[in-house]
């Protein structure tokens, strides 16, 4: 049996035993927040667990990184959704230690790429008409500077209503310890 299979096979005994009916809540945030975080597969519970969310409470994005690199790319315009349309009224960006796009270069990323079938010549395409491939694959080297730049991203953009705050934090991933490297609050005075 596949992994999808063993999936499907679970939900089918999901849904008839109505185990949904414990999370069941509406599209709209109750404590009006939307949080970015990192894709890291140990903040998938302890994030929560740690910011003290249930299901219902945020809106929650994730990206490798919890990083927001372009100002009219698909996580932006998440946040802005979330805000204009959502109700969130807070962002909290949160990154976290010990994570993979601290170590991020591009050149092995691109030889695993090229391992599973990405040709050159697939490469210079996409170079050639004006992605800079490693620029673009090249992770960070200061989670709390990545974070700080995430939030100022958001903050200064041009669609973002100023008066939403924007916050920075930093989890520990073993301990779900969380540091503050921006408060949005302070920001917006």
């Known amino acids: 049996m596949t992994r999808l299979e063993e999936m499907l096979e679970f939900n089918e005994r999901f849904v008839a035993d109505k185990k949904y009916e414990e999370f069941v809540t509406d599209k709209f945030p109750n404590k009006k927040v939307v949080v970015l975080t990192c894709m890291d597969t140990r903040l998938v519970e302890l994030l929560p667990k740690a910011l003290n969310l249930k299901n219902g409470d945020v809106k929650m994005l994730k990206s490798a990184g919890a990083i927001v690199n372009h100002p009219f ?9 979330a805000v204009y349309e959502l109700n969130a009224d807070e962002v909290l960006i949160v990154g976290h230690h010990d994570c993979g796009m601290s170590a ?8 695993k790429m ?4 990405i040709t050159d010549e697939t490469l210079d395409i996409v170079r050639a008409s004006g ?12 989670v709390q500077d990545s ?5 100022q991203m958001v903050r200064q953009h041009p669609f973002m209503d100023k ?3 924007v916050h920075g934090l930093v989890i520990d991933p073993g301990t779900g310890k969380l540091d503050l490297v921006i408060n949005g609050y302070e920001e917006n005075r």
Do not use: C, T, Y
């Open 73 to 81: 790319g698909s996580i932006m315009r998440s946040l802005l959704v």
């Open 147 to 151: 974070v700080r730049h995430s939030v």
């Open 131 to 142: 992605i800079d491939v490693d620029q673009w694959l090249e992770g960070f080297s200061n």
């Open 114 to 117: 090229r391992e599973r079938g």
């Open 163 to 165: 008066a939403v705050p």
């Open 104 to 111: 991020l270069k591009p050149e092995p990323m691109l030889a």
